[in-house]
């Protein structure tokens, strides 16, 4: 996957000849459009598909069958960014951390995330002239 980007096609639909009938594919880029030519958004409720005889498991947010261990996850992983903007500010926890910089989308009205601006065909700002 390809942060703001939709996925690149990775398996075309030829490429299911290839596998063994009953093979199952999961496409854990659905939402950014998937990766595999047949793939198509699925739930938790009806999640598979056949496509030539190849099982697709095509789950959009497919951690949401996991919520309580997926938020525990995310929580671990990103509330060192939080705690920095509370201690010392928006713009220059920005400017301090440039990993937390390239997880903004946003600022201001500003689309400040280049490849959510191709995707969309909107107008980009850099994250650090969006904060000036």
Known sequence: MLPGKVA???VKKENLKL???????VDVAVDQRGCIETTHPTTHQDPIFIVDNIVHYCVSNM???VPRTA?????NATIIYGLKIAKIGC??????????AKGFNTYEGKLTNA??????NMEYT?????IK
């Open 63 to 65: 951690s949401g069958a």
């Open 91 to 100: 713009e220059a926890a920005i400017t301090e951390d440039p990993g937390l």
């Open 115 to 120: 490849g959510v601006a191709e995707a969309f």
């Open 71 to 75: 938020t525990v996850a995310l929580t």
């Open 19 to 25: 596998m063994k009938k009953g093979s199952v594919i």
């Open 8 to 10: 690149p096609m990775l």
């Open 126 to 130: 850099p994250i650090l002239e969006a």
